[in-house]
């Protein structure tokens, strides 16, 4: 029992710690250096010695690294080597809840679109209706997300003038507001995600409407819609699921996309400004706790199928 | 009875022919027209050319089903097409008779933001440096493609090998790979790229190898997984039983079963991966201006560039989509043929 819950424990110990350590090292190789990056050329020796001293540049790699992790565990991620040189922490804090609401809506949208799409396609399968959305669903997976992006602009916002563009609402001011500067962009996330969940969720649905018990409740006279919603939907959700867990790496990467392209404040235009400017424990910070929140979450889908299919209770557990 | 048969049939895919060649020009006329007038809308102008090209494939489908007397995949072939013409275009670009496309002080004495004249010097027109649109895509293709090519092409064989070797010999080193393997896959791909590219220099190859960190944990995995399956058949157990060493074994028992799943996934790796590079040079973290990608082409749509003129982002979006539609129609071909069993999708 313990063995059993402690091995993916430490393993997930064992991965975040090489993270931790690969993100480290990648950006201490950055060519050029830090003091200079923030004081700028033509500063008298002394001062470049004294920052250095004071970014602990001049200890050896292993002692900053333990330094750095030592800091991070007690929530001190440092300071942002760019003005405003506020605390990194900070920083994440007020960039993190945008990208979450937007990376939940964008799933919460996907899941309304591909969940009655994928029905009806399996319900005509092999109809006119299936082999559009299936034609549909494969052309809107070799967009990338921000192709997506700049052609839902063009049509919802320069065409048809239907929302605001480049500003971002704090929920805190007001949900109306929030949710209309959100929807374009979640708008963008989720499509992509859709015509994933789409596919999938069909061919799952299509094998689980040619079994028995599915004809024993169509000989019973429910309705499809019944016999889809009850019946057949949950045994069909299993790949789903697991798709779900590996479409957060990109619901994460379409995030930081559409944050770039409607400058919002989040976690994705944080990291992309810090890696641009050469802002390393802003990127060291920001790639980290997205690692954290990324495994964690896959962690938790993996036990999800418990809940689903309750034969695998025992083996996963 | 029986002989007008042939005849009736024949008679039918004629007319089943004769339908598609109308249906096909009218699409053709209809996707022409919308792309050449101004008397509509550019939002109207949008759908009926999708409705012109629709046509147009559904057309070409009926005409070759007439003509050959059997179902073709239009679309696959039209990709293959695709392909076919890019990678040539890509491959030949010194070679062929095209614009500017890096140099800007040349493109000084040029218009700038031409727009496209199918008839003019600059059939595409041209960018805000008056360089040639035509010609930025064709070696946009060249630095896209061959940065996928490249990063597929260490990404298949690192992890491959290393995938298969842990598969093969289990025990600590497999316990390590799988650590390792998850580690990578622990960070976001994109958000890697982007940690990547603010330490490594933005060059061709730089990005190819930061790219084929995406692939290798990936190949790792299947490779394993495939070398697993095969290591506990009867054929290894006959080889080993004969005396066959390790490196033989894995050369001549375990490759040769493991090489089709995992070439099927490099295929489908190569359109993940050209849009990994365009989406890394659109956030201005890869290939850097001058130098055109398909992606940074498309960054030069923005900042209210795009509304005054579209073809800027249009030309390489296009690129970019069909290039990477047709590369995921072959890894989809080649995943149902040699790995049914991840042919999921």
């Known amino acids: 029992m313990a063995r059993r819950i402690l091995l993916p424990v430490l ?8 993270v931790s350590l690969g993100v480290f090292l990648l950006l201490s190789l950055v060519p050029g250096d830090p003091a200079i990056a923030v004081l700028g050329e033509g500063r008298t020796p002394q001062e470049y010695d004294a920052l250095r001293e004071q970014l602990g540049l001049n200890d050896p790699l292993l002692v900053r690294y333990g330094d750095w992790l030592g800091g991070v565990l007690h929530g001190d991620f440092g300071t942002s ?15 993190l809840p945008v990208s979450a609401q937007l990376a939940a809506m964008g799933l919460v949208m996907a899941l309304l679109i591909a969940i009655p799409l994928a029905m009806w396609s399996a319900y005509h399968e092999g109809g006119r209706a299936d082999r559009s959305i299936s034609a549909a669903t494969f052309g809107l997976l070799s ?14 916002v320069n065409t048809l003038d239907l929302f605001p563009r480049n500003e971002w609402v704090r929920l805190g ?3 109306g507001g929030n949710l209309q500067h959100a929807f374009l962009p979640a708008l963008t996330i989720a499509l992509m995600e859709a015509a994933m969940f789409t596919r999938i969720l069909r061919n799952d649905l299509v094998t689980t409407l040619h079994e028995d018990f599915i004809l024993a409740a169509r000989a019973r006279g429910m309705s499809p819609l019944r016999i889809m919603v009850s019946d057949a939907l949950r045994p069909s959700s299993f790949s789903l699921v697991t798709v779900l867990g590996l479409s957060i790496g990109r619901l994460v990467g379409s995030t930081v996309i559409v944050e770039y392209l409607f400058a919002l404040p989040g976690m994705g235009k944080l990291v992309i400004d810090a890696a641009n400017q050469g802002n390393y424990p802003m990127v060291q910070g920001a790639v980290l706790v997205i690692a954290v929140i990324y495994v964690g979450s896959n962690a938790l889908i993996d036990r999800s199928y418990g809940l689903l299919d309750p034969r695998t209770r025992r083996a996963r557990a | 009875m029986l ?18 060649a109308a249906i096909l020009v009218a699409g053709l006329g209809l996707a022409g027209w919308a792309f050449t007038t101004d008397v509509v809308v550019t939002f109207v102008r949008m759908v009926l050319l999708a409705a012109g090209i629709l046509l147009a494939i559904t057309g070409l489908g009926r005409l070759f089903r007439g003509l050959l007397g059997r179902k073709v995949d239009v679309v696959f072939w039209l990709g293959m097409a695709w392909l076919v013409l890019v990678l040539g275009a890509a491959l030949c670009a010194p070679l062929l008779p095209l614009g500017n496309h890096d140099d800007s002080v040349a493109g000084l004495t040029e218009p700038i933001f031409a727009r496209p004249d199918l008839g003019s010097s600059h059939p595409f027109g041209t960018n805000n440096y008056g360089l040639d649109v035509l010609s930025r895509a064709v070696y946009g293709a060249r630095t896209s493609i061959l940065v996928a090519l490249l990063a597929v092409l260490i990404g298949t064989v690192v992890g491959g090998l290393v995938g298969m070797v842990s598969g093969f010999v289990r025990g600590t080193t497999d316990r390590v790979v799988g650590i390792l393997s998850n580690a990578l896959l622990a960070v976001p791909p994109l958000i890697l790229l982007i940690a990547l590219g603010s330490v490594l220099e933005p060059s061709v190859r730089s990005i190819a190898f930061a790219l084929s960190l995406l692939t290798i944990p990936s190949m790792v995995r299947l490779a394993r997984a495939n070398t697993i399956t095969v290591a506990e058949r009867e054929f290894v157990l006959a080889a080993r039983a004969l005396g066959a060493g390790r490196v033989r074994l894995l050369r001549r028992e375990v490759l040769p079963n493991v090489v089709l799943p995992v070439l099927s996934l490099a295929v489908v790796m190569i359109s993940v991966l050209v849009v990994a590079e365009a989406s890394l040079s659109f956030l201005g973290i890869g290939i850097e201006q001058p130098e055109p990608t398909w992606g940074n082409m498309i960054a030069e749509g923005q900042s209210g560039v795009m509304e005054k003129h579209p073809f800027i982002v249009v030309v390489p979006g296009v690129c970019l989509f069909l290039t990477v539609f047709s590369f995921n129609l072959l890894g989809e071909k080649a995943q149902k043929r040699w790995d049914p069993r991840s042919a999921k999708l």
């Open chain 2, 3 to 20: 002989a007008p048969e042939p005849v009736r049939r024949r008679d039918g895919r004629t007319s089943l022919a004769l339908a598609g």
């Open chain 1, 143 to 156: 967009m990338p997300s921000f192709l997506v992006g700049l052609l839902l602009i063009a049509v919802l």
């Open chain 1, 173 to 175: 001011d007001g949900i």
């Open chain 1, 11 to 18: 393993e997930l110990a064992a991965v975040l710690l090489l």
């Open chain 1, 81 to 95: 080597l760019v003005p405003p040189q506020t605390s990194v922490l900070d920083r994440i804090l007020s960039a």
